[in-house]
């Protein structure tokens, strides 16, 4: 009479660490899927970020090309104007040259300057890049910490224990 309830006890036992088994099972599986998701959205999140800043360096540079461009113009109108005064006043010679000369080396220095000034928007954008590139691998090493799996044998040793404790309890119950 006794043996019964320790019997049911005892699969009582056992089925409740076989069901907790089976949902750490599930909780391990469905946390490698948040895990592969969130992987994937930073991933592209990371592809955003990398393609904003080189959208923004392309601006600079077209915005650079363009000032670049609008220095060239005046400096050509410049000397185009300094010549044909200096034609038109009857100047000519050493102090013509001395003139159109400056008006060169000044196109040149501010050339230069802007060119340095891109440079260094270049470095800075090469940084930004390296920048997120460090962040973005440091959210998917925070993603993907390990996961939990229980193990079969664990789950069965557990269902074993949850069944003998079961079965002492139901024999201590008929006492």
Known sequence: MCEPIAIATAVVGAASSAAQYQGQRQQ????????????????????????????????????????????ASKA???????????????????SVDALIDDFTRQEAEYRMGVGRQQEMRDVQTGLALTDAGYRSQNRLIDINRPINKPSFLSGALSTVQGGVSGYRTGLELTK
Do not use: F
Request: aromatic share 2%; glycine share 6%.
């Open 28 to 71: 391990a599986k469905q946390q490698a899927r948040y895990q592969q998701q969130a992987a994937e959205a930073e991933r592209q999140r990371a592809l955003q970020e990398q393609s904003s800043i080189r959208m923004r360096q392309a601006q600079e540079q077209e915005a650079t090309n363009r000032e670049l461009g609008d220095v």
């Open 76 to 94: 050509r109108q410049a000397m185009s104007r300094a010549t044909t005064s200096a034609g038109e006043s009857g100047v000519a010679g050493a």
